[in-house]
């Protein structure tokens, strides 16, 4: 038997819709700036160049931690333990496949591309393509599922991330230097502003009062919480911009502008 839409128990209108505004356009930009991020991530994670700047230390966060031979000297914080990779492993696959994960079974995410790339549904009062819906019980969706794992991970990962920054920084101040300060606040108040985390916060308590420290933390990331969306395509753009300079740098078609030497 047929669900969603196509129910023997729903009206049977021949329209996709009857809205007449522009209810199309939140998924078509939603689309489009998912794309961009993808193919701009994907063609740097395998670009294998310019990615560090001895001189002032700055990695970008697309390469870190870069553990193998491959890596160029000084980039590899944590020590060299693999081999050299092959062209197809990007350099910086340690923590990408994590953060990944990290990002499509986020809550906010899985709202954007299910309404905009899955369509179930486009927007409201729009009928969806799919005649009936599983929901996240079976593969490839139940993954979503994990998503509390991958959390713990990022938080891994923004502390490495933070290492980075704090290293590039002792090699005195300069504009790349405050990119990397901006893109590691940013991405920490994303990470904690998960909805997993205000669940390790104050999930399971009977008794706000009895937990005052908890019930703390709650509130606080409570009020991160309600910015997720925000920070979900802020972070997306800090990343681009933090890459794109140290990737400029790094090449040589700009210097960096330096403020304490």
Request: hydrophobic share 45%.
């Amino acid at each position: 038997m047929k669900s969603g839409v196509g129910a023997p128990t729903r009206a049977r209108i021949p329209d996709k819709t009857l809205r007449t505004d522009r209810w199309w356009l939140p998924p078509l930009l939603t689309n489009l700036g998912l794309a961009t991020f993808v193919v701009y991530a994907t063609v740097r994670a395998f670009w294998g160049s310019a990615y560090w700047v001895p001189e002032y230390g700055y990695l970008t966060p697309f390469y870190s931690p870069c553990i193998s031979e491959s890596c160029l000297p000084g980039s590899s914080h944590l020590g060299t333990p693999l081999p050299e990779l092959p062209g197809w492993i990007p350099l910086g696959f340690l923590a990408l496949p994590f953060l990944l994960g990290f990002r499509l079974t986020c809550y906010y995410y899985r709202k954007a591309y299910y309404r905009s790339v899955w369509q179930s549904p486009t927007a409201c009062a729009v009928a969806e393509p799919h005649e009936r819906y599983t929901g996240e019980t079976r593969f490839p969706l139940i993954i979503q599922n994990a998503h509390r794992y991958f959390f713990y991970v990022a938080v891994l990962i923004s502390i490495l991330n933070t290492y980075d920054m704090i290293l590039a920084l002792t090699h005195g101040l300069g504009l790349g230097g405050i990119i990397l300060l901006v893109n590691v606040t940013l991405l920490w108040a994303y990470t904690l502003s998960c909805h997993s985390c205000r669940h390790v916060a104050g999930g399971r308590l009977k008794h706000f009062s009895k937990n005052p420290v908890r019930y703390k933390l709650w509130t606080v990331i409570s009020k991160l919480n309600v910015r997720h969306m925000q920070l979900a395509w802020v972070t997306l753009a800090s990343l681009v911009i933090t890459d794109l300079y140290v990737m400029l740098v790094a090449s040589g078609a700009i210097s960096d502008l330096r403020i304490i030497s």
